[in-house]
């Protein structure tokens, strides 16, 4: 069921625009206030996401942001710092986050280059698979960015669009170093440099 999740989103996603195309044809693209963006990743990931942007000014929007995953053996060696005799898988229950993006672009507003920052919190369940033990973990966390919004299809469907962000998350409060009955013990990573790919739909 899960693996059919991605395709039936982008699929409904695909299903959407031609609709908002037809319905807001001759109108200018550039005066959409409402943005909506699917996170691949996260759907491979067997988890989610839902990140929703309003355009508040003719360069800037305002974001909420929405994230569940099973973290890859890969990705979470990456992530956790991990002490002793560990096998560690991190699932991401929720990430919930705000978000700021600006746009540099003062001749073309809400396209190409933008700068921004969220600030939110994510919770875990850590679970040392070697003995089934399971702990929460927390973090809130600061994530500036640099990215690119980039409208492939502007011809026939002007309000599909690709957004690829490079993201620093900076955990600022978290549980600090928890212990497994093991011994071992793990940490959220202090710099966690984070590439992210969105497809979006605005109207």
Request: glycine share 8%; hydrophobic share 45%; with cysteine.
């Amino acid at each position: 069921m899960k693996k059919l999740l991605l395709p039936t989103l982008l699929a409904i996603l695909m299903g959407i625009v031609p609709c908002i195309s037809q319905n807001t044809k001759g109108s200018d693209p550039l005066s959409s206030k409402f943005y909506l963006e699917l996170r691949p990743i996260q759907f491979l990931l067997s988890g989610y996401s839902v990140v929703g942007h309003y355009a508040v000014s003719e360069r800037s929007q305002l974001g909420l942001n929405v994230f569940a995953a099973t973290l890859s053996e890969g990705i979470t060696d990456f992530v956790w710092d991990t002490q002793g005799v560990l096998d560690l898988e991190a699932k991401q229950d929720i990430v919930l986050s705000v978000s700021y993006r600006y746009f540099l672009n003062k001749n073309k507003p809400q396209h190409n280059w933008f700068m921004g920052s969220a600030i939110g919190a994510e919770f875990y369940t850590l679970t040392n698979l070697n003995d089934s033990q399971q702990i929460p973990y927390t973090f809130f966390f600061v994530a500036p960015r640099i990215g690119y919004k980039w409208h492939p299809f502007t011809a026939k469907l002007p309000q599909l669009y690709v957004v690829g962000e490079a993201v620093v998350v900076f955990p600022i409060f978290d549980d600090g170093t928890v212990p497994f009955n093991s011994g071992a013990t793990a940490q959220i990573g202090s710099v966690l440099p984070s590439p992210l790919v969105g497809i979006g739909i605005q109207f």
